[in-house]
Nanobody, 123 residues
């Protein structure tokens, strides 16, 4: 299974970006998908997760009210809509899929983890 995050870039504070996480797997609709980010020298942050049926969507405290996670199972793709971006949101963003148990806010709890996409927010 390959997960490919895309849509990153440079944006000014207050701006928006939408990231995509495309999965090369036919049973994507059976997986929970989570988003994480990591800035240089900092711990990995849990951004949020969305269950297979989109009924449960959870967010990390740092992004609540600003970021929105969604998915389109027909396209094998999950999305992260980011608004009101701040310089402290600058990080490498990546997605993970197929929760295997344990802490859902830890990237190691997911079977598949993709390459990241860089987001840089300038003040």
């Amino acid at each position: 299974v390959q997960l490919q995050a895309s849509g990153g870039g440079s944006v000014q504070a207050g701006g928006s970006l939408r990231l995509s996480c495309a999965a090369s797997v036919s049973d994507f609709n059976t997986y929970t998908v989570a988003w994480f980010r990591q800035a240089p020298g900092k711990e990995r942050d849990f951004i949020g997760r969305i269950t297979q049926d989109s009924i449960t969507i959870q967010y990390g405290d740092a992004v609540k009210g600003r970021f929105t996670i969604s998915r389109d199972n027909a396209r094998n793709t999950a999305y992260l809509q980011m608004s009101s971006l701040k310089p402290e949101d600058t990080a490498l963003y990546f997605c993970a899929a197929h929760f295997a148990g344990g802490n859902p806010a830890s990237s190691t709890s997911y079977v598949y983890r993709g390459q990241g996409t860089q987001v840089t927010v300038s003040s």
